[in-house]
């Protein structure tokens, strides 16, 4: 059986800039064989039928997969999803293209259509391009400019994620240079089910576009310098990464969410019951060794972003780049000796409006003004009333 190709695809961008591990060239030969499960067959027999629509095919929509050899259990699958995004489908401008394979050099910006008519055969780019498929594009000469629409059926929860989405982004970029058009454009996730599609729409400038162009630069630039390290994260565990079974950081958060993974049915249960006021001292007493493995262990993932980002200075998520930075908050603590008799003598501090023991500078803010607000802060600091504390945020840079 053939082993996939092993290069930087659209639909695994995402992927890439969560962890580049898996796309170093020294990892090719590491790649498991494709053998695509069924809800991936369900897939590709709707695309096909998008497809057939978009194109006014005149022929049966089950005769077209009959005719590919789809399984009959996934012809009717996509079968019922079809019907339930026909309405949508043929709603799309007049000239929309479907199923167009493209070649994008991030370095340079330039970006050509593929013309082999295999389905997701990139022989023809070279190593420098990012490749992938555009499921529908638009790109008319009237005043709505571009659009690039991915079919998605194969997630069990919708998520609305067009923003920040880098398949949609490499889509708008290869389709603008390809068409010799501004770098901007609307894009969008369709998400065909049973009962309808849900759809989410995202605009991108010009400057945004720019962000992820330099982003996918960065991408291929690392693949060719084979540094990249495992860097944990969901992927390690959601099925997404091609080296999960082989990549040592996967197999380690594995071992460790294990025991998490075997007690998440029972949590449920337990805490359905606690809510309901029926639950039994075990179930209590799992509920709270769940949730303190569970803690312990995002902890730990946490921790290892921390640390990942420290040496990197900072991760891109959707065609931006996010510092973390320490951010010093101060709070009231109206528990320390003298603090609340310091307070009574304000008359202009409604003291009854104040929950037990506790405050803030911003309901100071908003009784006394900022400038009294900050004295009275003074004050309560000379009683040892204001506590200091730090957290991280994320931050464009």
Same mark, same amino acid.
């Given at each position: 059986?053939?082993?996939?190709?092993?290069?930087?695809?659209?639909?695994?961008?995402?992927?890439?800039?969560?962890?580049?591990?898996?796309?170093?060239?020294?990892?090719?030969?590491?790649?498991?064989?494709?053998?695509?499960?069924?809800?991936?067959?369900?897939?590709?027999?709707?695309?096909?039928?998008?497809?057939?629509?978009?194109?006014?095919?005149?022929?049966?929509? &089950?005769?077209?997969?009959?005719?590919?050899?789809?399984?009959?259990?996934? /012809?009717?699958?996509?079968?019922?999803?079809?019907?339930?995004?026909?309405?949508?489908?043929?709603?799309?401008?007049?000239?929309?293209?479907?199923?167009?394979?493209?070649?994008?050099?991030?370095?340079?910006?330039?970006?050509?259509?593929?013309?082999?008519?295999?389905?997701?055969?990139?022989?023809?780019?070279?190593?420098?391009?990012?490749?992938?498929?555009?499921?529908?594009?638009?790109?008319?000469?009237?005043?709505?400019? /571009?659009?690039?629409?991915?079919?998605?059926?194969?997630?069990?929860?919708?998520?609305?994620?067009?923003?920040?989405?880098?398949?949609?982004?490499?889509?708008?970029?290869?389709?603008?240079?390809?068409?010799?058009?501004?770098?901007?454009?609307?894009?969008?996730?369709?998400?065909?089910?049973?009962?309808?599609?849900?759809?989410?729409?995202?605009?991108?400038?010009?400057?945004?576009?720019?962000?992820?162009?330099?982003?996918?630069?960065?991408?291929?630039?690392?693949?060719?310098?084979?540094?990249?390290?495992?860097?944990?994260?969901?992927?390690?565990?959601?099925?997404?990464?091609?080296?999960?079974?082989?990549?040592?950081?996967?197999?380690?958060?594995?071992?460790?969410?294990?025991?998490?993974?075997?007690?998440?049915?029972?949590?449920?249960?337990?805490?359905?019951?606690?809510?309901?006021?029926?639950?039994?001292?075990?179930?209590?007493?799992?509920?709270? &060794?769940?949730?303190?493995?569970?803690?312990?262990?995002?902890?730990?993932?946490?921790?290892? /972003?921390?640390?990942?980002?420290?040496?990197?200075?900072? /991760?891109?998520?959707?065609?931006?780049?996010?510092?973390?930075?320490?951010?010093?908050?101060?709070?009231?603590?109206?528990?320390?000796?003298?603090?609340?008799?310091?307070?009574?003598?304000?008359?202009?501090?409604?003291?009854?409006?104040?929950?037990?023991?506790?405050?803030?500078?911003?309901?100071?803010? *908003?009784?006394?003004?900022?400038?009294?607000?900050?004295?009275?802060?003074?004050?309560?600091?000379?009683?040892?009333?204001? *506590?200091?504390?730090?957290?991280?945020?994320?931050?464009?840079?």
């Amino acid at each position: 059986m053939p082993k996939r190709k092993h290069r930087l695809t659209a639909s695994k961008l995402d992927l890439a800039m969560k962890c580049g591990y898996a796309f170093r060239r020294d990892k090719a030969n590491d790649w498991p064989h494709d053998e695509a499960g069924r809800p991936a067959q369900v897939g590709r027999a709707f695309h096909r039928l998008a497809e057939h629509c978009i194109q006014g095919s005149t022929v049966d929509p &089950q005769v077209r997969l009959e005719r590919e050899r789809f399984p009959h259990d996934v /012809i009717a699958d996509a079968l019922v999803l079809f019907e339930a995004a026909e309405p949508h489908l043929q709603g799309l401008p007049k000239g929309t293209r479907v199923e167009v394979k493209f070649a994008l050099n991030p370095e340079t910006g330039a970006a050509y259509e593929l013309v082999s008519p295999k389905e997701r055969d990139y022989r023809e780019a070279s190593s420098d391009e990012a490749v992938g498929t555009v499921d529908a594009l638009y790109a008319g000469s009237d005043l709505s400019g /571009i659009k690039v629409v991915d079919f998605q059926t194969g997630q069990s929860n919708y998520k609305g994620d067009a923003e920040g989405n880098a398949q949609l982004a490499f889509g708008l970029l290869a389709v603008a240079a390809a068409h010799r058009k501004p770098a901007q454009g609307n894009v969008a996730i369709w998400w065909a089910r049973p009962d309808g599609v849900k759809e989410d729409w995202h605009h991108i400038d010009e400057a945004e576009a720019a962000r992820w162009r330099r982003a996918f630069a960065e991408l291929l630039a690392q693949s060719k310098r084979n540094d990249a390290e495992p860097t944990p994260g969901p992927h390690c565990w959601q099925k997404f990464c091609p080296l999960r079974t082989v990549c040592p950081e996967a197999e380690r958060m594995a071992q460790e969410l294990e025991p998490v993974k075997r007690r998440l049915p029972m949590l449920g249960e337990a805490v359905a019951a606690i809510r309901e006021k029926r639950a039994t001292k075990p179930q209590v007493a799992e509920a709270i &060794q769940a949730s303190r493995l569970a803690r312990e262990y995002l902890k730990g993932l946490d921790d290892a /972003i921390k640390g990942y980002v420290a040496t990197e200075g900072g /991760i891109p998520l959707g065609g931006k780049v996010y510092d973390r930075r320490t951010v010093r908050r101060e709070s009231i603590d109206l528990s320390a000796p003298g603090a609340l008799e310091a307070l009574g003598n304000l008359d202009t501090l409604d003291l009854d409006s104040i929950a037990p023991r506790k405050m803030t500078k911003q309901a100071l803010t *908003r009784q006394l003004g900022p400038r009294a607000a900050e004295d009275v802060v003074e004050l309560l600091r000379g009683c040892g009333a204001v *506590r200091q504390s730090e957290r991280d945020e994320w931050r464009e840079r």
